[in-house]
T-cell receptor, first 114, second 119 residues
């Protein structure tokens, strides 16, 4: 089945450790995105990538890093510089429908930093 | 700057009642897109509808309907005869045309409305 896979569903890390969240898609979409969701808030864009080997900062990129070495994969690293990393992280990919772009979302990873 | 406001943080109704979720947006662009997503307890966002700024026709899909009014910058979502399975967090989102860059699109989300349908 085509879709977006994020693993693991739940992730626990100690404060000060870097952690990498996985995002894989087999939809052949060019663009991919990372969002952060905090309780009672909407999604905020961390990074996005239009094509392989290229990515742009979103609204809250500080303390995060990404790579896009393959079209299917867009891993997000939460570094120790991120002040408040505990959150729900959603990955998305998109297709251009010739007038508008529809984003498809993965199931998310809930990161808890202890 | 672009902004989406969903003033209703939580709504609770009894099954079979109709319920309307409000969405008000701000944008400086004349070409933009509005979206509604549903987030069930599993966490994944499910796409419901996309509407561009040039199409003010209301849309109906089964029990769901959307009312887009440019005059009031609103894009409200109504569920008719609600069911327990409609319980979820609903997000309204906005994308301006200039935010579509080389095939990628920056979405601005509202805070979400948690809808609970009680049996």
């Amino acid at each position: 089945d085509g879709g977006i896979t994020q693993s693991p569903k739940y992730l626990f890390r100690k404060e000060g450790q870097n952690v990498t969240l996985s995002c894989e898609q087999n939809l052949n979409h060019d663009a991919m995105y990372w969002y952060r969701q905090d309780p009672g808030q909407g999604l905020r864009l961390i990074y996005y990538s239009q094509i392989v080997n290229d990515f742009q900062k979103g609204d809250i990129a500080e303390g995060y890093s990404v790579s896009r070495e393959k079209k299917e994969s867009f891993p997000l690293t939460v570094t120790s510089a991120q002040k408040n990393p505990t959150a729900f992280y959603l990955c998305a990919s998109s297709i251009d429908l010739g007038g508008s772009i529809e984003q498809f979302f993965g199931p998310g990873t809930r990161l808890t930093v202890l | 700057a672009q902004k989406v406001t969903q003033a209703q943080t939580e709504i609770s109704v009894v099954e079979k009642e109709d319920v309307t979720l409000d969405c008000v947006y701000e944008t400086r662009d004349t070409t933009y897109y509005l979206f509604w997503y549903k987030q069930p307890p599993s966490g994944e966002l499910v796409f419901l509808i996309r509407r561009n700024s040039f199409d003010e026709q209301n849309e109906i899909s089964g029990r769901y309907s959307w009312n887009f009014q440019k005059s009031t910058s609103s894009f409200n979502f109504t569920i008719t005869a609600s069911q327990v399975v409609d319980s979820a967090v609903y997000f309204c989102a906005l994308s301006e045309d200039f935010l579509v860059i080389q095939g990628a699109q920056k979405l601005v989300f509202g805070q979400g409305t948690r809808l609970t349908i009680n049996p």
